[in-house]
């Protein structure tokens, strides 16, 4: 085992006393704090956890007929790290959270600076309207409302819910969080106005064809409804092909068809196949993950932490902590991560060697 670079030098009482001074003045002593501010490996202060569905949807529909999704904004139970206390955060970075629309009920048009995105866990019916076009929204749908579009969403018949992942962690930290609801309409809502057919983004963006004057109003993809039915196509096509990644199974990662990047400029996020019996080698990255099992059930092992998961439970797993995933039935794993803004920062590292 390596020692580490930095070690804190020893406090005599005269070192003391020189610090007490420094602090007065607003300074701090860099090499007292040197181990703290750059560790020989990184030290997450994330603890891995799991929420469970079956726990969680009683308490969500509870909320229904607590807070109304009007005065509420938006219906949703934060997900909080253990290890992080009072931040709303699942991760450093990242948020997560699960939403609930009630039949007929409309969530207002706002937008705001942070990236989201939505993975539906349950419900049809329901729609989520960006920048003026509305897309329905099924189970195991990967949505997106990319940074500062209006958005929007609505349910028809029965109650629908989703998981939320927002870069809050990470557009918090730079101090450049904004947000500002739709302005009223003339019938007294806040509810942007369809301006485009529904399924027009996939039709121009979403079939290895772009138009010859595309020019991206964001950085983010232009497709925002990735249908949960041609990942899984896709992955049980990939399956039957062979071969299994001994740490992934078969795992697919989402892109921006503009750009073959990720979707949005801070998240990235993944699909994946378990197959029945599948053992995985461990693997640990520096991208603090966030997952949510569609189908299935098995176990991941975390660190020293056993995670068992079945149906629609979310969980996740801290920066650089060894992480193996055991599948008792076929199970797919939708999964999400600020890869994306660590690659562009040159900071993510992945080791496949432990």
Not at 188 to 206: E, H, I, K, M
């Amino acid at each position: 085992m390596e020692s580490a670079l930095f070690t804190k030098p020893e406090v005599s009482a005269k070192r003391e006393e020189y610090y007490q001074r420094l602090h007065s003045k607003g300074a701090v002593p860099l090499w007292d704090v040197l181990a703290d501010l750059i560790p020989h490996t990184p030290r997450p202060s994330a603890v891995p956890a799991l929420w469970r569905y079956d726990e969680m949807r009683p308490l969500l529909l509870e909320a229904g007929g607590v807070i109304t999704a009007d005065e509420a904004e938006r219906r949703v139970l934060a997900l909080e790290n253990p290890g992080l206390p009072g931040s709303c955060l699942i991760t450093r970075s990242l948020y997560a959270g699960l939403q609930l629309i009630m039949p007929h009920e409309i969530a207002p048009t706002h937008r705001h600076t942070m990236s989201a995105l939505r993975f539906v866990l349950e419900g049809t019916g329901a729609y989520t309207a960006v920048d003026g076009e509305r897309t329905i929204m099924h189970p195991g749908d990967f949505i997106l409302t990319p940074s500062w579009t209006y958005h929007d969403h609505g349910a028809m018949d029965e109650p629908v819910v989703w998981l939320d992942g927002l870069d809050i962690g990470l557009v918090n930290l730079f101090d450049s969080s904004f947000a500002e609801p739709y302005p009223a309409t003339s019938d007294g809502t806040r509810l942007q106005p369809v301006s485009r057919p529904a399924g027009d983004a996939p039709v121009r963006y979403g079939h290895n064809l772009m138009p010859v004057d595309y020019t991206p109003r964001h950085p983010a993809s232009p497709v925002f409804n990735y249908p949960y039915s041609r990942g899984r196509e896709v992955l049980e096509q990939l399956y039957r092909n062979g071969p299994l990644d001994p740490k992934h199974g078969i795992k697919m990662q989402y892109v921006n068809p503009a750009t073959g990047g990720y979707p949005m400029p801070t998240i990235a996020a993944f699909l994946q196949l378990l197959p029945a019996g599948f053992d995985g080698a461990p693997y640990r990255a520096t991208d603090a993950t966030v997952f949510c099992a569609m189908e299935g059930h098995g176990t991941t092992l975390a660190g020293t932490e056993t995670l068992t998961w079945g149906p629609r439970d979310v969980f996740t797993v801290p920066s650089w902590v060894p992480v193996s995933h055991r599948a008792s039935s076929e199970a797919v794993l939708f999964s999400y991560s600020d890869r994306a803004a660590q690659k562009a920062l040159g900071v993510w590292r992945e080791d496949s060697a432990l």
